[in-house]
């Protein structure tokens, strides 16, 4: 594969770029040889090569779509829905039976991306953090989410998140990992509803 490539706006692109993510969504980032993934999607290599560059190119394509997928989920909810209200709502999508293609290929990515600070992983991880915690602040109430102390409560959030997902993935116990994630939530939504432990959430 060469490193020219088509505007990201393209049809066609669009096309195999959703046709090489159902691939990895079920087989995993390791399948991405040219030729192979060419026979699989319906094309060739010469035009993967047009449309993405190198194999990198078309990796960093790839993660960006996952990320995509990932932050549509929250789309629909209100400016300062809450923490509780914005986790809830995560984990109900991160823990969907039909969401553990991209559970894995989170996983997958996130785990590359900290092993291996350059090639088409570089940054990942690092911006999937900030992707989530940017989220879950614009879903704070403004005077909490600058504070300390709110920027401690994203930051937790988050962990217990990821260390549930982590756990789904690893035991197939959807149970065992959501009353985890309950149970924190459930700790915060006291803390949401008594206006945090100073008036400036400090």
């Known amino acids: 594969m060469t490193a020219t490539t088509i505007p990201e706006g393209t049809g066609r692109r669009r096309e195999l770029l959703d046709a090489a993510y159902r691939r990895v969504l079920d087989r995993g980032w390791d399948d991405l040889d040219p030729v192979p993934l060419a026979e699989g999607i319906g094309t060739t290599p010469p035009e993967l090569a047009t449309l993405f560059g190198d194999r990198d190119g078309l990796v960093r394509a790839l993660l960006t ?24 709502a995560l984990w109900g999508v991160l823990a969907a039976p039909t969401q553990r293609g991209l559970g894995r290929l989170w996983l997958q990515a996130y785990s590359r991306s900290v092993g291996d600070p350059t090639g088409p992983w570089a940054g990942f991880a690092a911006q999937t953090v900030t992707d989530w915690d940017l989220l879950l602040a614009a879903h704070q109430p403004t005077r909490r989410g600058t504070t300390a102390a709110g920027v401690a409560e994203r930051v937790l959030v988050l962990a217990v998140l990821r260390g549930a997902l982590l756990d789904l993935l690893a035991t197939g116990d959807e149970a065992r990992a959501g009353a985890a994630v309950r149970a924190h939530l459930d700790a915060l939504g006291r803390t949401e509803g008594a206006g945090g432990s100073h008036p400036d959430g400090e």
Not at 65 to 88: F, I, K, M, N, S
């Open 65 to 88: 779509r996952a990320r995509t997928d990932q932050l549509r989920a929250l789309d629909a909810l209100p400016d300062e829905a809450g923490l509780v209200t914005v986790a809830e």
